[in-house]
């Protein structure tokens, strides 16, 4: 029940309808290129109402599922004729292109999502890997807080490989056959070719948590029973935050210790370790 092309193996009907569906997109994408503008204008406007609904939309889906209530302050659709020009000729060059999905890039700041959205998303060191997660990371809830400049894009992903199928894993690429990858544990694409992330819209949006709502530490575990006493004890190790947390509590000036009814030997401490 697996799909063949999610790995490696060697699939003659999944190939068959691969090359298929590449055909008629690659179609699409010709004529697309052929009713392109010759200049290569650039301009951000603000957005329809049917434009605000459909970013509006793409990016409340994004923060779903980390408790996060969404207020979108401003939509600007992105007019950029040379970043679709290249993004249709990058198209092309995929091994299986697919029709584009849609997907959130989160920009530093105002500044710098204008600057994508002009010349568009480069990979670092021009040869590395772009994550574009499904949705945003629990994990990392907290640092989605407060004021947001989002970049809603088309992203073409072509054909992917799995690394979470059979352990497998990308430690050379380009990997022969393939367009990007896919981590299932983090639902996350990588793109290695940024020339395939198109900015459609650029949105500003406070995010906040939902009244009432509060993520629980990154040591609670959701699956098996509680015990009958109602709580449970967790060991927790140097590097999580609460550990890090606790550390910095026990930062006392020494003379501070060897204070208290009972203490002794006034005067020998010189500090709290964790």
């Keep these: 029940g697996e799909p063949c092309d999610s790995g490696l193996e060697d699939c003659e009907a999944c190939a068959v309808e691969r090359a298929r569906v590449s055909e008629e997109r690659l179609q699409e994408i010709r004529e697309q290129i052929r009713a392109m503008q010759e200049d290569d204008h650039f301009r951000l406007a603000t957005a329809t109402d049917g434009e605000f609904a459909k970013a509006e939309h793409e990016v409340k889906g994004f923060f779903a599922g980390i408790g996060a209530v969404v207020s979108i302050a401003a939509v600007q659709s992105v007019h950029n004729v040379q970043l679709r020009r290249r993004f249709l000729l990058s ?114 949006a406070h995010v906040r948590r939902e009244a009432g709502v509060v993520a629980p530490p990154p040591h609670w575990k959701q699956d098996g029973e509680m015990p009958t006493q109602g709580w449970r004890c967790i060991s927790l190790g140097a590097g999580t935050p609460e550990f890090d947390s606790l550390r910095q509590c026990l930062q006392t000036d020494p003379k501070d210790l060897g204070l208290g009814r009972d203490v002794v030997e006034k005067g020998k401490y010189k500090q709290l370790k964790l």
């Excluded at 198209?91 to 997907?103: F, G, L, T, V």
């Design 91 to 204: 198209s092309q060059k995929c091994h299986a292109p697919q029709d584009p999905c849609m997907r959130i890039y989160i920009a530093p700041s105002e500044s710098d999502a204008a600057e994508i959205a002009k010349v568009g998303l480069v990979a670092a060191g021009g040869g590395g890997c772009i994550k574009l997660p499904h949705a945003a990371e629990s994990e990392k809830a907290d640092t989605y807080m407060g004021q947001q400049f989002l970049l809603v894009c088309h992203v073409q992903l072509g054909r992917e490989f799995d690394c979470g199928r059979a352990g497998r894993s990308v430690e050379v690429w380009p990997l022969s056959g393939f367009d990007c990858t896919y981590e299932p544990q983090s639902q996350c694409h990588g793109v290695f070719a940024s020339a395939r992330i198109l900015p459609v819209f650029m949105v500003h």
